[in-house]
């Protein structure tokens, strides 16, 4: 047997199992990501660059000596000689392909592990203009109000609508998109410990549940037309949207706002003496860092009121000082843009990069 093929098949772990030279490799670096991983969760002022390059410098050394395994683990698998006999072929082989993408991985992770030792400041809620205006925005509003109008209740089912109601007049969906981030980074600012609960109030055809759930994947809503309440929960049964995701209630009767830690409104109630009643309901149910998001003229704690304060435009937190407001504020504004990720096909083969790759996204940055 060449020095090679034996180099790459030998080795005895700490509990006495064999591990190939590949693995051991791994597992050390594994080691180092956790630390490098235990970095980037520092708040940003307390990230240095000699800190960082502390960390990475012996992580950068394993680069090379992880290709020279590879090259080695191959021409093993490519002679029965030399494969491992406790493992099939193919097990070998998926193996050996996990490796490789996970090596493949180095740039992206080298990029986006380089963007968070100082990162950028941005505004939680970009200019309108960002999200209104331009071709692509044009486009994918022009589509929602496609789902939105499937999502409706018939003409004569609409006779139904309570007097004092909002028709299901939409928000856009890119003006919405744009909300949903800003929440999502003040929630990875804030640091919580539990997935964040959404609640769309006046949630009419569900749509903006289906349009929150990237963000919170536990989305729900609350209507109280019952026509409006059943076609909306048959379209998000289709959609395989979460069960029972709509709820029939009255905004200003609910009593279960505390359970919810976004809370979006859309001006559900067409009169002010309806619209002040839920948004008081809303107000004095809500825990302190509740995230409350209000995208219409005449919210009436807009402006100095003690049971919120504003942090983006149309965004408030619940029940916290606008001292306390204005350090989330600078917290969430250096949580990256990248996250949530819709797509999470690369992440069974993450391995000794999935610290970091964890770590990254309660950053707000992804591969
Ligand atoms: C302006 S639409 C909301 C559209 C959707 N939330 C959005 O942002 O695109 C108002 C919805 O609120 C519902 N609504 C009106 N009064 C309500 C109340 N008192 N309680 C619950 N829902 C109500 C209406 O039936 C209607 O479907």
């Known amino acids: ?28 670096l594994a080691q180092l990501t956790k630390q490098l991983a235990e970095f980037l969760s520092l708040p940003p002022t307390d990230r240095s660059t000699p ?56 740039p992206q992770i080298e990029d986006m592990v380089n963007k968070q030792v100082t990162p950028e400041r941005k505004a939680l809620m970009p200019q309108p203009s960002n999200y209104m ?27 139904n609508l309570m007097p004092d109601a909002h028709p ?37 055809g569900g749509t903006k549940i289906w349009a929150a759930l990237p963000f919170f994947p536990d989305a729900r809503g609350l209507e109280n037309n019952p026509t409006q309440v059943k076609i909306g929960a048959a379209a998000m049964a289709k959609l395989n949207a979460p069960a029972d995701c709509i709820m029939e209630a009255d905004a200003r009767l609910f009593d279960d706002y505390s359970s919810y830690d976004v809370i979006y409104f859309y001006r559900p109630l067409k009169d002010s003496v309806g619209l002040t009643e839920m948004e008081d309901q809303i107000m004095k149910q809500a825990r302190p860092g509740t995230i409350l998001i209000a995208p219409y003229l005449g919210f009436s704690a807009e402006d100095d ?15 916290v000082a ?31 990069w999935r610290p970091l790759v964890e770590a990254s996204r309660r950053n707000g940055y992804a591969l």
């Open 168 to 204: 299901d007049v939409a928000l856009p969906a890119t003006h919405f998109e744009a909300l949903m981030h800003a929440a999502y980074r003040i929630c990875l600012a804030q640091g919580r410990d539990a997935p964040p609960r959404f609640l769309d109030v006046g949630c009419g």
């Open 1 to 28: 047997m060449s020095n090679l093929l034996v180099n790459c098949i030998s080795f005895i772990s700490q509990n006495g199992s064999r591990m190939s030279k590949l693995d051991k490799m791994e597992a050390e």
């Open 305 to 319: 009121d003690i049971r919120c304060s504003k942090i983006a435009p149309s965004i408030y937190v619940a029940g």
């Open 133 to 159: 205006e331009g071709a692509h925005n044009r486009y994918v509003n022009h589509l929602y109000s496609a789902l939105h109008t499937l999502a409706l209740p018939s003409a004569a089912a609409m006779m």
């Open 51 to 106: 800190g960082f390059a502390k960390i990475w410098r012996p992580i950068s050394r394993y680069r090379v000596q992880l290709r020279t395994a590879l090259q080695e683990q191959s021409s093993a698998l490519s002679d029965p000689r030399y494969r491992d006999a406790k493992r099939s072929e193919i097990e070998q082989r998926v193996g050996y392909n996990a490796a490789h993408r996970r090596l493949r991985l180095w």
């Open 322 to 352: 606008p001292y306390q407001t204005e350090k989330l504020r600078d917290r969430a504004e250096l949580i990256g843009t990248e996250a949530p990720v819709h797509s999470s096909s690369t992440d069974a083969a993450l391995g000794y």
